[in-house]
T-cell receptor, first 116, second 111 residues
Framework: ETGVTQTPRHLVMGMTNKKSLKCEQH?????MYWYKQSAKKPLELMFV???????ENNSVPSRFSPECPNSSHLFLHLHTLQPEDSALYLC???????????????FGEGSRLTVL | SQQGEEDPQALSIQEGENATMNCSYK?????LQWYRQNSGRGLVHLIL?????REKHSGRLRVTLDTSKKSSSLLITASRAADTASYFC???????????FGSGTRLQVQP
C-alpha cells in the first residue's frame, strides 16, 4: 500500500466512449502526475500538477483531459480514444514538484486500459 | 523524450548471485533514482542519489553515480527469487519538475 489509490484497475472501452480514471493520494503531497506505460516503451510523462496547477503537459493529445480539483485528487478524462492508447496508466504523487528537484515518487497500482 | 537508458535490457541470474544494472543519461541532473516494478503493478522507489553524491547504500542495494560519464549503476547483492522484477532509473533534469524514466532492465532470479 503506497498511499496512492487508482480506480478502476481495469477498463475496457470503445473508441466512442467517454470514461475517467481516478487517482487519490493520502500522503499530503503537493504534486501529482500521470504517466503512460505501453508495452516495450519507457514510461511517458503525460501531465504534472503542482498545488493543483498544471505545470507540465507533455504534448498529450486533447482526447486525454486531466483534472485536479485539489491536491489529493487527480482525474484523467478519456474521450474518443484510439486502440494505440491501450496501456497501463500510472498515477504518482510527490511531496514537491518544484523546479528545485523532484524527490521520491509514490505510484498507484495503475489502471489497465484497453481500447477496442 | 527518453533520458535514461538501462543496460542490459534483460538479465537472468541464479539466487545468491549479484545483479548489476547500468543506466546512462544525457543531460544535467539534480538527482537520479531507481525504481522497481513487479509485472503489471505500480513502481516502487528504491533509492535516490543526488548529483553531488558518488555512492549510496540501502540494505542489499548499492548505487553509484558518475556525473562526468553521465552514468549510474545499481548493484543488488545476494539476489533472491523475490527480486525478480523490472528495474528503472529515472532522472530529474535541472530545471524540470518531473522524473524521466529509462526503458528498464528485466531481472529474472532463478531459485
Amino acid at each position: 500500500e503506497t498511499g496512492v489509490t487508482q480506480t478502476p484497475r481495469h477498463l475496457v472501452m470503445g473508441m466512442t466512449n467517454k470514461k475517467s480514471l481516478k487517482c487519490e493520494q493520502h500522503l499530503g503531497h503537493n504534486a501529482m502526475y500521470w504517466y503512460k506505460q505501453s508495452a516495450k516503451k519507457p514510461l511517458e510523462l503525460m501531465f504534472v500538477y503542482n498545488f493543483k496547477e498544471q505545470t507540465e503537459n507533455n504534448s498529450v493529445p486533447s482526447r486525454f483531459s486531466p483534472e485536479c480539483p485539489n491536491s489529493s485528487h487527480l482525474f484523467l478524462h478519456l474521450h474518443t480514444l484510439q486502440p494505440e492508447d491501450s496501456a497501463l496508466y500510472l498515477c504518482a504523487s510527490s511531496l514537491d514538484g518544484g523546479a528545485g528537484g523532484t524527490g521520491e515518487l509514490f505510484f498507484g497500482e495503475g489502471s489497465r486500459l484497453t481500447v477496442l | 523524450s527518453q533520458q535514461g537508458e538501462e543496460d542490459p535490457q534483460a538479465l537472468s541470474i541464479q539466487e545468491g548471485e549479484n545483479a548489476t544494472m547500468n543506466c546512462s543519461y544525457k543531460t544535467s541532473i539534480n538527482n537520479l533514482q531507481w525504481y522497481r516494478q513487479n509485472s503489471g503493478r505500480g513502481l516502487v522507489h528504491l533509492i535516490l542519489i543526488r548529483s553531488n553524491e558518488r555512492e549510496k547504500h540501502s540494505g542489499r542495494l548499492r548505487v553509484t553515480l558518475d556525473t562526468s560519464k553521465k552514468s549510474s549503476s545499481l548493484l543488488i547483492t545476494a539476489s533472491r527469487a523475490a527480486d525478480t522484477a523490472s528495474y528503472f532509473c529515472a532522472t530529474v533534469d535541472t530545471g524540470r519538475r518531473a522524473l524521466t524514466f529509462g526503458s528498464g532492465t528485466r531481472l529474472q532470479v532463478q531459485p
